[in-house]
């Protein structure tokens, strides 16, 4: 178990992430909501208030649960899509998914997904190109 202090506040069921501010103390751990794009670390199991310390039981633990953002059939890919929850990845430019649906749900209902994070190939092809100085947003 280790102890973490919530940034925000953080509904049940939402992806959340490690933090760390200007002025945080550096002993001390702190979590907020998943931005859009990026890999969480962890999913809130009940809702937390800013300031909060909390326990975090480490585990692995593949089957995970958050708040759909739109309608989400089973058996797709999911991103992270701000606010801590996840959205299918089709018909998105995705850098990264967080895993893959087991179930149909709809919007803000609460999706059970296998946590199997991957950086997407299409955003590792536009990086290299623009390392190489041949494409990507630097054209």
């Not at 590792?124 to 100085?133: L, P, Q, R, Y």
Request: hydrophobic share 40%; net charge negative.
């Amino acid at each position: 178990m280790i102890n973490a202090i919530i940034k925000e506040n953080i509904p049940e069921n939402r992806l959340i992430c490690l933090t760390k501010t200007a002025g945080d103390d550096e002993d001390k751990i702190y979590l907020r909501l998943t931005k859009e794009g990026e890999i969480p670390d962890f999913y809130s199991r009940k809702d937390v208030v800013k300031g909060e310390e909390v326990k975090i039981a480490i585990g692995n633990n593949k089957k995970w649960k958050a708040e759909a953002f739109d309608d989400i059939p089973a058996g797709v890919l999911l991103v992270s899509i701000g606010d801590g929850k996840v959205a299918r990845a089709e018909g998105r430019t995705i850098e990264a998914a967080v895993g893959y649906s087991l179930h149909k749900v709809k919007a803000g209902e609460v999706v059970e997904f296998v946590f199997q994070p991957q950086t997407h190939k299409a955003w590792v092809d536009k990086v290299n190109k623009a390392i190489e100085g041949i494409g990507g947003d630097g054209e």
